[in-house]
């Protein structure tokens, strides 16, 4: 493994004074929660969604549907103003379901529902609940309801789920459910290591078919990967399915992980024990070389999962003085918050603005930021190595050793990246000099 070119301690300068979050918070750091709701329903086989919302809002979202979720068109009825303040929303929904029921290999409807639809007064008990057959799931995600596409998705997981999940399901023995939009790797690694423990990975949520909605309901147990999908984890709570919080996240965190699997699936103690020693110490092995020794970062994201990925950067070594993240505080942020604040993080803000993240800057001197696009173009004008979060780290393994050891070692490259930022930053200087 390449050694990491010293770099300046930025705890060694940081100032005395406690930080202060930005205080003019006008740039909120999120993506409009309909990209969070079309991302996890377009990508459900035989789903066909039906937008209502303005002109404007469906040109922006028919784009994601293309790039980022599923190369699926929306159903959308034409709303521009007159068809508003004609007060046709309602004949106009009606009429794009009608629509999308006639699509081909169609086996649910969500109807998403976005601010002018809400603001307009779009009834629910107005909506048909099937369309020849086919059931049709209303999705309330208003921006000013709904603060970050994280918790959108959620919204939308929660609402088909419920159509379809089972209330009379039998539980599955040793069955578990994960929750989370993760690395497709990563549920390998988990029903890999779970199968050494005599248990399974029964459905990862959001799923690609509506079968992993239905087989979600037969779980004996659900563990929530990711901390903002709380009306997921509650509709699975109430069809009597046991809860695990947290993630396999580190060593001591993946070891504590899985021993709280094993309760919940009422697994045998021995064993269980056994394999979470074994996965601690391959953990801990690759953790005694501290790769990230001496290194200061800063994590901001939009992702809800920023406080997962500060703690594998802590457990390799490096100072995490500031983590931020666009969803809110909860119940399942709870354990990952108190983590970081007993390991050296100072700050954790959640719902954050880009002057949040920029105050930290001026207040800490980093080694690396992991952050939206937004700031890592602030960081690279001062020459400081910077990535966004969302592109670059969230889609590479994150959990249990395998994953963690691929995190940080894709990071310990990251920072020996300094010297060309810094090359960057003069070259730049010296040109506009002359």
């Not at 659900?222 to 901390?227: E, G, K, R, T």
């Amino acid at each position: 493994m390449a050694e990491i070119i010293p770099l300046t301690p930025g705890e060694a300068s940081a100032p005395q004074e406690p930080f202060k979050p930005g205080a003019c918070k006008l740039h909120p750091q999120t993506m409009c929660p309909a990209f969070g709701a079309l991302r996890v329903l377009s990508r459900i086989e035989g789903a066909q969604p039906a937008m209502v919302t303005d002109t404007g809002c469906l040109y922006g979202l028919t784009f994601v549907t293309h790039f980022y979720a599923a190369r699926k068109s929306i159903v959308a009825p034409a709303l521009g103003t007159a068809e508003l303040s004609g007060g046709k929303v309602q004949e106009a929904a009606n009429a794009a379901i009608a629509e999308a029921a006639r699509e081909q290999n169609v086996s649910v409807i969500p109807v998403i529902s976005l601010c002018v639809a809400e603001t307009a007064g779009l009834a629910e008990e107005l909506l048909p609940t099937e369309v020849d057959g086919k059931p049709v799931v209303l999705v309330r995600v208003p921006a000013y309801a709904i603060h970050s596409h994280p918790e959108a998705k959620d919204i939308a997981l929660a609402a088909v789920l419920r159509r379809f999940v089972d209330r009379q399901s039998d539980h599955e023995p040793g069955a578990l459910v994960l929750v989370g939009e993760v690395f497709p790797a990563d549920p390998l690694l988990i029903d890999g290591v779970l199968r050494k423990m005599g248990a399974r990975v029964l459905a990862t949520l959001p799923g690609r078919h509506v079968d992993e909605l239905r087989l979600a309901g037969r779980g004996a147990a659900v563990a929530a990967l990711h901390p903002f999908y709380r009306e997921t984890v509650n509709v699975l709570r109430e069809r009597g399915v046991g809860v695990v919080t947290g993630a396999p996240i580190g060593a001591a965190g993946s070891a504590a992980w899985l021993r709280a699997v094993g309760a919940a699936l009422d697994l045998d103690e021995d064993v269980v024990e056994r394999v979470a020693a074994e996965e601690e110490e391959t953990a801990r092995g690759f953790l005694a070389a501290q790769p990230l020794k001496g290194a200061t970062i800063l994590v901001s994201g939009y992702e809800g999962n920023e406080m997962l990925y500060a703690r594998l950067l802590i457990e390799g070594g490096a100072h995490v003085p500031y983590v931020s993240t666009s969803i809110g505080q909860s119940a399942l942020t709870a354990a990952d918050e108190a983590w970081l604040k007993t390991h050296g993080t100072e700050a954790v803000i959640y719902r954050k603005a880009i002057e949040d993240d920029q105050a930290a800057m001026k207040h800490w001197n980093f080694d690396l930021v992991i952050g939206t696009t937004t700031l890592a173009a602030y960081a690279k004008e001062r020459g400081i190595p910077s990535v966004y979060y969302t592109n670059i780290l969230s889609v590479r393994p994150l959990f249990l050793a395998g994953g963690m050891i691929a995190s940080l070692s894709f990071v310990r490259e990251l920072l020996n990246r300094r010297p060309l930022y810094e090359r960057m930053v003069e070259f730049f200087a010296a040109d506009g000099a002359e």
